[in-house]
Antibody, heavy 122, light 108 residues
Framework: QEQLVESGGGVVQPGRSLRLSCSAS????????MHWVRQAPGEGLEWVAV????????YYGDSVKGRFTISRDNSENTLYLQMNNLRTEDSALYYC???????????????WGPGTLVTVSS | ENVLTQSPGTLSLSPGERATLSCRAS???????LAWYQQRSGQSPKLLIY???SRATGIPDRFSGSGSGTDFTLTITRLEPEDFAVYYC?????????FGGGTKVEIK
Protein backbone atom coordinates (compact mmCIF):
# COMPACT_ATOMS: atom_id res chain seq x y z
CA GLN A 1 0.00 0.00 0.00
CA GLU A 2 1.41 3.34 -1.03
CA GLN A 3 2.46 5.68 1.73
CA LEU A 4 3.94 9.16 1.91
CA VAL A 5 5.26 10.56 5.18
CA GLU A 6 6.42 14.16 5.38
CA SER A 7 8.80 15.48 8.03
CA GLY A 8 10.95 18.50 8.81
CA GLY A 9 8.26 21.04 9.62
CA GLY A 10 8.47 23.35 12.60
CA VAL A 11 8.64 26.96 13.73
CA VAL A 12 11.20 29.16 11.98
CA GLN A 13 11.90 32.88 11.90
CA PRO A 14 11.32 34.97 8.76
CA GLY A 15 14.32 34.95 6.46
CA ARG A 16 15.57 31.58 7.69
CA SER A 17 15.63 28.23 5.89
CA LEU A 18 14.02 24.85 6.37
CA ARG A 19 14.22 21.54 4.51
CA LEU A 20 11.24 19.23 4.27
CA SER A 21 11.48 15.54 3.48
CA CYS A 22 8.95 13.03 2.22
CA SER A 23 9.59 9.32 2.60
CA ALA A 24 7.76 7.16 0.05
CA SER A 25 6.90 3.47 0.21
CA UNK A 26 4.52 0.97 -1.34
CA UNK A 27 5.16 2.01 -4.94
CA UNK A 28 8.11 2.42 -7.31
CA UNK A 29 9.13 5.94 -6.33
CA UNK A 30 11.55 6.40 -9.24
CA UNK A 31 8.71 5.90 -11.74
CA UNK A 32 6.72 8.93 -10.59
CA UNK A 33 7.25 12.64 -10.85
CA MET A 34 6.38 14.11 -7.46
CA HIS A 35 4.73 17.26 -6.12
CA TRP A 36 4.60 19.54 -3.11
CA VAL A 37 1.32 21.30 -2.36
CA ARG A 38 0.59 23.53 0.64
CA GLN A 39 -2.43 24.72 2.58
CA ALA A 40 -2.39 27.67 4.96
CA PRO A 41 -4.48 27.15 8.12
CA GLY A 42 -8.17 27.44 7.25
CA GLU A 43 -7.36 28.24 3.62
CA GLY A 44 -7.39 26.51 0.25
CA LEU A 45 -4.80 24.49 -1.62
CA GLU A 46 -1.78 26.01 -3.34
CA TRP A 47 0.49 24.04 -5.64
CA VAL A 48 4.18 24.56 -4.85
CA ALA A 49 6.39 22.49 -7.14
CA VAL A 50 6.83 19.34 -9.21
CA UNK A 51 9.91 17.31 -10.14
CA UNK A 52 10.41 14.75 -12.88
CA UNK A 53 11.34 11.15 -12.25
CA UNK A 54 15.05 11.74 -12.85
CA UNK A 55 15.12 15.12 -11.14
CA UNK A 56 16.18 17.06 -14.21
CA UNK A 57 12.90 18.92 -14.81
CA UNK A 58 11.25 21.10 -12.19
CA TYR A 59 8.43 23.63 -12.15
CA TYR A 60 7.43 26.02 -9.40
CA GLY A 61 4.53 28.16 -8.34
CA ASP A 62 5.12 31.89 -8.78
CA SER A 63 5.05 32.62 -5.04
CA VAL A 64 8.00 30.31 -4.28
CA LYS A 65 10.07 30.57 -7.46
CA GLY A 66 13.66 31.49 -6.69
CA ARG A 67 13.32 30.69 -2.96
CA PHE A 68 12.29 27.01 -2.87
CA THR A 69 14.04 24.05 -4.50
CA ILE A 70 12.49 20.63 -5.03
CA SER A 71 14.78 17.63 -5.31
CA ARG A 72 14.73 13.88 -4.90
CA ASP A 73 16.90 10.90 -4.02
CA ASN A 74 15.57 7.84 -5.82
CA SER A 75 18.04 5.55 -4.02
CA GLU A 76 16.44 6.60 -0.72
CA ASN A 77 12.85 6.94 -2.01
CA THR A 78 12.80 10.46 -0.66
CA LEU A 79 11.50 13.79 -1.92
CA TYR A 80 12.80 17.10 -0.58
CA LEU A 81 11.78 20.73 -0.46
CA GLN A 82 14.48 23.23 0.44
CA MET A 83 12.84 26.46 1.54
CA ASN A 84 15.01 29.59 1.81
CA ASN A 85 14.24 33.16 2.77
CA LEU A 86 10.99 32.10 4.41
CA ARG A 87 8.15 34.57 4.80
CA THR A 88 5.19 34.61 7.18
CA GLU A 89 2.93 33.85 4.23
CA ASP A 90 4.76 30.54 3.72
CA SER A 91 3.18 29.24 6.93
CA ALA A 92 1.14 26.20 5.91
CA LEU A 93 0.69 22.46 6.01
CA TYR A 94 2.98 21.10 3.32
CA TYR A 95 1.81 17.97 1.50
CA CYS A 96 3.94 15.60 -0.53
CA UNK A 97 1.83 14.20 -3.37
CA UNK A 98 2.02 11.42 -5.93
CA UNK A 99 0.52 11.64 -9.41
CA UNK A 100 -2.10 9.34 -10.86
CA UNK A 101 0.18 7.93 -13.56
CA UNK A 102 3.76 6.75 -13.72
CA UNK A 103 5.11 9.27 -16.21
CA UNK A 104 8.38 11.25 -16.25
CA UNK A 105 6.31 14.22 -15.14
CA UNK A 106 2.57 14.19 -14.53
CA UNK A 107 0.39 17.00 -13.29
CA UNK A 108 -2.64 14.97 -12.14
CA UNK A 109 -2.21 14.47 -8.41
CA UNK A 110 -3.81 11.37 -6.90
CA UNK A 111 -2.39 10.57 -3.50
CA TRP A 112 -1.41 12.95 -0.72
CA GLY A 113 0.57 12.43 2.48
CA PRO A 114 -0.72 13.70 5.86
CA GLY A 115 1.45 16.82 5.63
CA THR A 116 3.99 18.59 7.83
CA LEU A 117 3.28 21.97 9.39
CA VAL A 118 5.57 24.93 8.81
CA THR A 119 5.10 28.07 10.88
CA VAL A 120 7.11 31.16 9.99
CA SER A 121 7.01 33.61 12.86
CA SER A 122 9.33 35.92 14.75
CA GLU B 1 -2.05 31.53 -14.77
CA ASN B 2 -5.49 30.01 -15.13
CA VAL B 3 -7.64 31.29 -12.26
CA LEU B 4 -10.40 28.95 -11.10
CA THR B 5 -13.47 30.37 -9.37
CA GLN B 6 -15.74 28.01 -7.46
CA SER B 7 -19.34 28.69 -6.50
CA PRO B 8 -21.12 28.74 -4.22
CA GLY B 9 -18.68 29.19 -1.36
CA THR B 10 -20.94 27.17 0.94
CA LEU B 11 -23.78 24.80 0.12
CA SER B 12 -26.18 23.87 2.94
CA LEU B 13 -28.03 20.65 2.16
CA SER B 14 -29.58 17.64 3.88
CA PRO B 15 -28.49 14.01 3.48
CA GLY B 16 -30.15 12.49 0.42
CA GLU B 17 -30.29 15.80 -1.45
CA ARG B 18 -28.48 16.61 -4.68
CA ALA B 19 -25.42 18.87 -4.68
CA THR B 20 -24.28 20.85 -7.70
CA LEU B 21 -20.89 22.59 -7.50
CA SER B 22 -19.50 24.94 -10.12
CA CYS B 23 -15.96 25.71 -11.24
CA ARG B 24 -15.24 28.43 -13.78
CA ALA B 25 -11.81 28.96 -15.35
CA SER B 26 -10.41 32.27 -16.57
CA UNK B 27 -9.00 30.51 -19.63
CA UNK B 28 -10.07 27.38 -21.45
CA UNK B 29 -8.71 24.28 -19.72
CA UNK B 30 -6.67 22.38 -22.28
CA UNK B 31 -7.83 18.82 -23.05
CA UNK B 32 -10.36 19.29 -20.21
CA UNK B 33 -7.61 18.53 -17.71
CA LEU B 34 -9.81 19.47 -14.78
CA ALA B 35 -9.90 17.48 -11.55
CA TRP B 36 -12.09 17.53 -8.45
CA TYR B 37 -10.89 16.71 -4.94
CA GLN B 38 -12.73 16.12 -1.68
CA GLN B 39 -11.19 17.19 1.63
CA ARG B 40 -12.89 16.04 4.80
CA SER B 41 -12.17 17.90 8.00
CA GLY B 42 -8.66 17.14 9.28
CA GLN B 43 -7.81 14.92 6.31
CA SER B 44 -5.73 15.18 3.16
CA PRO B 45 -7.46 15.79 -0.16
CA LYS B 46 -8.78 12.82 -2.14
CA LEU B 47 -9.03 12.65 -5.92
CA LEU B 48 -12.63 12.17 -7.11
CA ILE B 49 -12.76 13.13 -10.78
CA TYR B 50 -10.16 13.71 -13.48
CA UNK B 51 -10.34 14.87 -17.07
CA UNK B 52 -13.58 16.63 -16.13
CA UNK B 53 -15.75 13.51 -16.04
CA SER B 54 -13.73 10.36 -15.27
CA ARG B 55 -14.14 8.92 -11.78
CA ALA B 56 -10.97 7.94 -9.95
CA THR B 57 -10.52 4.42 -8.67
CA GLY B 58 -13.02 3.46 -5.98
CA ILE B 59 -15.14 6.59 -6.23
CA PRO B 60 -18.88 5.83 -5.98
CA ASP B 61 -21.07 6.61 -8.96
CA ARG B 62 -23.10 9.20 -7.06
CA PHE B 63 -20.19 11.52 -7.91
CA SER B 64 -20.12 12.78 -11.47
CA GLY B 65 -18.29 15.52 -13.32
CA SER B 66 -19.23 17.39 -16.46
CA GLY B 67 -18.28 20.41 -18.49
CA SER B 68 -15.63 21.58 -20.91
CA GLY B 69 -13.67 24.67 -21.86
CA THR B 70 -14.14 27.10 -18.98
CA ASP B 71 -17.23 25.77 -17.17
CA PHE B 72 -17.26 22.60 -15.10
CA THR B 73 -19.65 20.99 -12.64
CA LEU B 74 -19.38 18.38 -9.92
CA THR B 75 -22.67 16.69 -9.04
CA ILE B 76 -23.34 14.50 -6.03
CA THR B 77 -26.71 12.86 -6.67
CA ARG B 78 -27.65 11.77 -3.13
CA LEU B 79 -25.58 13.16 -0.30
CA GLU B 80 -24.31 10.62 2.20
CA PRO B 81 -23.15 11.72 5.69
CA GLU B 82 -19.50 11.24 4.66
CA ASP B 83 -19.90 13.59 1.67
CA PHE B 84 -20.10 16.71 3.84
CA ALA B 85 -16.69 18.20 3.16
CA VAL B 86 -14.85 20.83 1.12
CA TYR B 87 -14.47 20.28 -2.62
CA TYR B 88 -11.75 21.78 -4.80
CA CYS B 89 -11.38 21.90 -8.54
CA UNK B 90 -7.94 22.00 -10.11
CA UNK B 91 -6.58 22.46 -13.60
CA UNK B 92 -3.59 20.32 -14.47
CA UNK B 93 -3.20 21.19 -18.13
CA UNK B 94 -0.09 23.27 -17.58
CA UNK B 95 2.16 24.80 -14.96
CA UNK B 96 1.44 26.51 -12.67
CA UNK B 97 -1.21 24.11 -11.52
CA UNK B 98 -4.08 26.05 -9.97
CA PHE B 99 -6.88 25.24 -7.57
CA GLY B 100 -10.22 26.86 -7.03
CA GLY B 101 -10.98 28.39 -3.66
CA GLY B 102 -13.22 25.50 -2.63
CA THR B 103 -16.91 24.85 -1.95
CA LYS B 104 -17.92 23.69 1.50
CA VAL B 105 -20.88 21.30 1.54
CA GLU B 106 -22.38 21.47 5.02
CA ILE B 107 -25.30 19.80 6.73
CA LYS B 108 -28.42 21.95 6.74
Amino acid sequence: QEQLVESGGGVVQPGRSLRLSCSASGFIFSNYGMHWVRQAPGEGLEWVAVISTDGTVTYYGDSVKGRFTISRDNSENTLYLQMNNLRTEDSALYYCAKPYTADPISFLIEYWGPGTLVTVSS
Amino acid sequence: ENVLTQSPGTLSLSPGERATLSCRASESVGRNFLAWYQQRSGQSPKLLIYRASSRATGIPDRFSGSGSGTDFTLTITRLEPEDFAVYYCQQYAYSPLTFGGGTKVEIK
